[in-house]
């Protein structure tokens, strides 16, 4: 198979991952991330790469967000948001991370392929992207966790779009909150 074969598979394969996510659900967590005080992203691997994404682009946007880990990142209270980026809802650091979330108050929502995932069941609100992983049953013509991972990119990058349509913010507006060192 040559590079356009490949392409319209995996293009394919996002656009039905994308089309399954329950509409109602999108609306209720952009909801959470404009009412939450700050907002917390976290998972691993490469879902972390996707959910540093999400947290650049909700910057932009002039939400007050962190990236769980980073140096700078303060306490989380009552009034936040943690969104979890995992596949598989099944991994040691994001389950820990909404456990100790719980244990604050603070509001956990998981964007996931594994809707009764251990961690699911810690979560205030679960966002379901049904794309295998690499440990589902059902296989992804592409290798591993790819199919999540850009799916996961494209969710995030959607519903910064649709934040940044509801406060009508222009693309001008959004550079005065980009980076200027770089």
């Given at each position: ?10 293009i394919?394969e ?9 509409k109602?659900?999108v609306?209720a ?11 917390f ?29 980073e ?10 948001l ?16 909404a ?6 108050g603070?509001k956990?929502?998981l ?8 961690t699911?069941?810690?979560a205030d609100f ?7 992983t ?9 290798p591993?966790g ?6 996961l990119l494209l969710?995030?990058?959607t ?9 009508r ?7 005065e909150?980009h980076?200027?060192?770089?």
């Amino acid at each position: 198979m040559n590079f356009s074969g490949i392409k319209d598979k995996v293009i394919e394969e996002i656009r039905d991952a994308l089309s399954k996510i329950e509409k109602k659900k999108v609306e209720a967590l952009i909801k959470m991330l404009l009412s939450a005080e700050k907002v917390f992203v976290a998972g691993t691997g490469r879902s972390m790469l996707m959910m540093n994404s999400f947290a650049k682009r909700l910057k932009h946007l002039n939400l007050d967000v962190y990236v769980v880990g980073e140096t700078i990142e303060p306490p989380a209270t009552k009034r936040d948001l943690l969104v979890i980026g995992s596949g598989s809802g099944e991994g040691i650091l994001p389950l820990e991370i909404a456990r100790t979330a719980r244990r604050i108050g603070t509001k956990v929502a998981l964007i996931t392929a594994k809707k009764d995932s251990k961690t699911a069941k810690l979560a205030d609100f679960v966002i379901c992207i049904p794309a295998p992983t690499k440990f589902s049953k059902k296989k992804s013509f592409q290798p591993l966790g790819n199919l999540f991972e850009q799916s996961l990119l494209l969710f995030c990058d959607t519903v910064a779009i649709l934040i940044q349509k509801k406060k009508r913010i222009s693309n001008r507006e959004l550079l005065e909150h980009h980076a200027n060192l770089e």
